[in-house]
């Protein structure tokens, strides 16, 4: 069975939260994972500020980062789950971006959780062509909860 558990860490109800987790387990099973886990932390700019900072030695905030406790020797589970590690968002940037790219809260939360998953499960956009399957796999799992641009 898979899980995600989700933590908002900062002191505002975030309604968006569900639905974000639907689209996330739509990404799980269209990468067909199984007793599959991870979290999503909803933090504010300062939080992922200093997470940024302290990791990757980039002094401002972002709207997304992951820790994947996966990598390509190593595969992690606990009891008989695999666990792939945490996704944070800055609900600040999120909100920011949201409206300066003219879309809801709710598509904006919703690319990032599906960018960070697919961070988690090693895919990434440092180049052309990694950038072209990865933002391809993140829209074809929007696309298909009905969250557009």
Known sequence: MNNIEIFNQVDEDILELEEVRKVLYKAMEKEKLENTSFN???VDNNYIHALNNTYRHIDRETDVITFALEDEDT???GGNQRILGDIYISIDKAKSQAKEYGHSLLRELAFLAVHGFYHLLGYDHMNP???EVMFKKQD???DSCGIFR
Do not use: Q, R
């Open 129 to 131: 062509s990694d950038e």
């Open 140 to 142: 074809e799992v929007l």
């Open 40 to 42: 999503l932390i909803i």
């Open 75 to 77: 595969l992690v589970v």
